[in-house]
């Protein structure tokens, strides 16, 4: 079993939909819980960040991390046309490496 | 300058050959971080370095990968005898402290290709 498990995808909402992206993971060590965005040729760029349980909100971005099922979700409401991307989840220990997920692809629909 | 530089952005190679990739971090960012980047395969961790302390290399896949920080700023990524199979995007990113508790700033990669 990888440490970090995501649905690659790819993931099809219309405009205007609301947006659900999970990982699940294996180690309970994990504490920071991160959401990256991908464009396409680009480099990851941090979009939420969370340390231990609870959630996040930022605008139209939600994180929630639940420690006692090993699983972590991002939320995007009112989805636009320019929040197609790959969705990265990546988490740690601490003052160590990241492990990230696979990505999953998502396009939204105008 | 302001961001994670890489370069080559392209390096197309011969079966074989040695490559070396190289990663300009952020001035001042303590914390670098080498992954790869395959084509449905996410991002793998191959190599960290923090500071003075010795690099954590557990992901690197075999011993033909080798990396080195030099004064604490300039990483360069070596893969010898390549293999086709080294094909993708090798991302470099910094931090300015250890990167459980901040922000990853990624280059925008290096493409390898192995002919």
């Known amino acids: 079993q990888k440490e970090v498990e995501q649905d690659p995808g790819p993931l099809s909402v219309p405009e205007g939909a609301i947006v659900s992206l999970n990982c699940t993971y294996s180690?309970?060590?994990?504490?920071?819980f991160m959401w990256y965005r991908q464009y396409s040729r680009k480099g990851p760029e941090l979009l939420m960040y969370t340390y231990s349980s609870g959630n996040k909100e930022d605008g139209r971005f939600t994180a929630q991390v639940d420690k006692s099922s090993k699983y972590i979700s991002l939320f995007i409401r009112d989805s636009q046309p320019s929040d197609s991307a790959t969705y990265l989840c990546?988490?740690?220990?601490?003052?160590?490496?990241?492990?990230f997920g696979k990505g999953t692809r998502l396009h939204i629909l105008p | 300058g302001a961001g994670v530089s890489q370069s080559p952005s392209n390096k197309v190679t011969e079966k074989g050959k040695d490559v070396e990739l190289r990663c300009d971090p952020i001035?001042?960012?303590?914390?670098l971080y080498w992954y790869r980047q395959s084509l449905g395969q996410g991002l793998e961790f191959l190599i960290y370095f923090q500071g003075n302390s010795a690099p954590d290399k557990s992901g690197l896949p075999s011993d033909r990968f080798s990396a080195e920080r030099t004064g604490g700023s300039v990483s360069t990524l070596t893969i010898q005898r390549t293999q086709q199979e080294d094909s993708a995007v090798y991302l470099c990113?910094?931090?300015?402290?250890?990167?459980?508790?901040?922000?990853?700033?990624f280059g925008a990669g290096s493409r390898l290709t192995v002919l």
């Open positions: 990546a988490m740690s220990e601490g003052d160590d490496k990241i492990i």
């Open positions: 001035s001042g960012h303590t914390a």
């Open positions: 180690n309970s060590a994990f504490q920071y």
């Open positions: 990113a910094s931090s300015l402290k250890p990167a459980g508790a901040n922000v990853l700033t």
